[in-house]
């Protein structure tokens, strides 16, 4: 049956190889498969799988009130879980109309910068490793380490911090935060200059990176990309400086941009945003305020011991419903509105444990912000707050329908965009500069597939 | 005739294990040196202790060891063997065994050429401490290396893995590749020394070590001879972080032959590197009957000490290059398989082929 075989065609006819890489691959950071179809060495055509470590984290965000959320965001970008607890935060504040006290602001600016350096640290680190140079990536680890310690003080945990609330911070900076910050950004310093010294001159590292995994700017546009990986490319996005949000507006920093969109521009890129953001961490240390890092109901903060149940004196005409449609573009989401938006009431912050274990008024604070059916009410409305995450621009899109569950939360990962446009990066290269290039992407799995 | 037997099974029992106790513990160096220079403490946890309190004495002396961490190599072993032996289906069961075995027995025979002491006058008997004094001995190390490449080649292509064959092609090309830069790098030695016996070139370097007379070669050798050890940064073949190598699908035993075979080949090219370039056995002013320095000042000793100096010397300078091939090994990143090819090439074979050209001119001059 069917045509007869010419074997001697047979003999001759040759064909692409399938590789797969991953899932189960020691270099896959988190898990995700390329399927690379390679010619000899060179990839012809790479197909991305992703959602490996999809856990539903937009669905459970809908299941419990708005501060339940805050640790599932830390499991988004594991290696930077600050800035999506901020991030989170911030959209539901703008949700809200709040306004954080001074000092929260700059201690967010702080801990995400502090978050942002970690993740360029682990990055870089892998991707030095990627290339066979194991001992950098520990040295960058180390470094991490001392940034890890300072987050560990502040919150508590070094992975799993869940430190920010909505209307502020679950507590403010431990005793001589500022000297071992200073320490640790010292001691980070001194690593990054000895990483330096052995990539930034090395031959063969930079022959390794440089012209591979290119992408244009109008490809980078067009596919969403942000962060680092764009401005690899020469465009200067930076949320922090396009759409200022906590105090980046005050702060005097630069956005290092690269020139031709290689892997070698990234790091370059990332090797300055993470002097950038030690520049950024010291001005805020300068400038922080002292004060409260919590808001209380009418943005202020009362003492406890002044605090009273208001029904008792009879202030109830102050809880007026203000109905805000929401609206179904994202049109709606950036308008002053927001900003004076009247929520029916705006006491999203627990009271000291002290508080709640020793007066009555605390008690019922506590009560009337956990208990099932109370918890903090934004007004029906919906709202995208995006934060310069460590990979790119990081949105939490909210919508409330005026209960205490969000209806819906949306999470724009950044990588997700530089994984579409992975397999247009990928062809042309060769096997080997597949790790290396997927390497600088930085696919954080918890981010990506949510 | 049977003493002879005698003499020379010694000495390549004394070779063969000399080779598989450095690259055993050259496991261990690899771990601590590494973890030395990446600010970390370090293998320490495989350890030997007596619960006996009559053997606490033995725990005293052991406890510095366990400390160190020394008995990882033996860990390593156990566990090694303990491992199931795992055969991928489709794979060819016959090559997929051989390999390993090729690969590591014939990294082991070319140490049978390498000199590692004088010829030692004992028992009214001449015994030149080389396991074998061929005289085509360089032939006999390049064939031996040359060989060794079957067992990777092999390996890649009876797993019946798409990564271990990648591996495989990658080893082939590079052995071709960088063999050539090898060989020609020593034909400066050899025209210098005028013989392809191991032990006449290092007796000819008694007044001038090699890495002097010949300091491109030097270079030019280390580095395809690193290149041959398929190790950082150049393990192509293995890049455990692209392809994850050629031994992708050998677990066990087989895993660990391979493992051996690069450490063993350390060993190898630090020997060879030792014995080309800097004076094998030689010990700078030692002379048959001791030291003569320059200033004048001279030493007697006995022959047996001179001997024993000879290879102690031998022995060191060859620690000292794995040292630098671990620290070469912890430092540099990759290279890229189209690199390593412009490298080889490119750079490293026409630099060779000059070095070769220049030597014999100024030797033909010389007369």
Known sequence: MGKPINSEARATETRSMLLNVGPQHPAMHGIVRIIAELEGETVLGADVEIGYLHRAFEKMCEQGPYNNAIPYTDRLNYVSPLINNIGYCLAVERLMGLRTTERCQYIRVIMSEISRITDHLTCIGATAMELGAFTVFLYMIKAREFLYEIIESVTGARLTISYARVGGLKADLPEGFEERLRDAISRTRKVLKEVDGLLGANRIFIDRLKDVGIISREDALAYGITGPFLRSTGADYDVRKAQPYLVYDRIDFDVPVGEHGDNLDRYAVRMEEMAQSMRIIEQALKEMPAGPVLVDREEKVIPAAEMVDEAKIGHTQGFKAVGVEADPTLEGTGRPFHATVYAREKNVSLPAKEDAYGNIEGLMNHFKLVMHGHGMRPPRGEAYFPVEGANGELGFYVVSDGTERPYRVRVRPPCFPIMAALPKILTGDMVADIVPTFGSVNMIGGELDR | ?367
């Open chain 2, 1 to 367: 005739m049977f003493t002879e037997f005698l003499i020379k099974a010694g000495l390549a029992l004394f070779i063969l294990g000399n080779a598989l106790n450095f690259a055993g513990l050259l496991t261990w160096v690899e771990r601590k040196q590494s973890a030395v220079m990446q600010d970390r403490i370090g293998a320490n946890r495989a350890r030997i202790e007596f619960g006996s309190k009559w053997l606490s004495p033995v725990n005293w002396i052991l406890g510095p060891l366990n400390a160190l961490g020394i008995f990882h190599a033996l860990a390593d072993a156990i566990k090694m063997f303990a491992k199931e032996d795992f055969m991928p289906r489709g794979a060819d069961r016959f090559l997929h065994t051989l390999a390993p075995a090729i690969s590591v027995v014939f990294a082991l025979a070319a140490f049978a050429v390498v000199p590692f002491g004088d010829v030692w006058h004992v028992g009214g008997r001449l015994v030149n401490l080389q396991v074998s004094g061929l005289n085509a001995g360089i032939l006999f190390v390049f064939a031996m290396m040359s060989l060794g490449v079957y067992g990777v080649i092999l390996a890649g292509f009876s797993s019946n893995n798409n990564y271990a064959l990648l591996g495989g092609m990658r080893a082939a090309s590079q052995m071709l590749s960088y063999e050539i830069t090898m060989g020609l790098a020593v034909m400066g030695v050899v025209l210098c020394a005028g013989t392809l016996d191991l032990q006449g070139i290092v007796r000819s370097q008694s007044a001038l070590w090699g890495f002097a007379t010949q300091p491109l070669a030097f270079l030019l050798f280390m580095t395809a001879a690193l290149a041959e050890t398929k190790r950082v940064p150049f393990d192509l073949p293995e890049g455990e972080s692209e392809i994850i190598g050629y031994f992708v699908e050998y677990s066990g035993m087989k895993f660990g032959m391979f493992f051996l075979t690069d450490l063993v080949e350390t060993v190898l090219v630090a020997c060879l590197v030792t014995t080309f370039f800097f004076g094998g056995w030689q010990v700078p002013y030692l002379l048959p009957d001791g030291f003569h320095f320059p200033w004048g000042a001279a030493v007697a000793l006995p022959h047996t000490a001179v001997i024993v100096l000879g290879v102690t010397a031998f022995f060191l300078k060859v620690i000292c290059f794995n040292w630098l091939f671990m620290a070469i090994r912890w430092t540099l990143p990759r290279f890229r398989y189209d690199q390593l090819m412009d490298l080889g090439w490119k750079i490293l074979f026409p630099a060779s082929l000059v070095n070769t050209i220049v030597t014999s001119v100024i030797v033909v001059m010389k007369g």
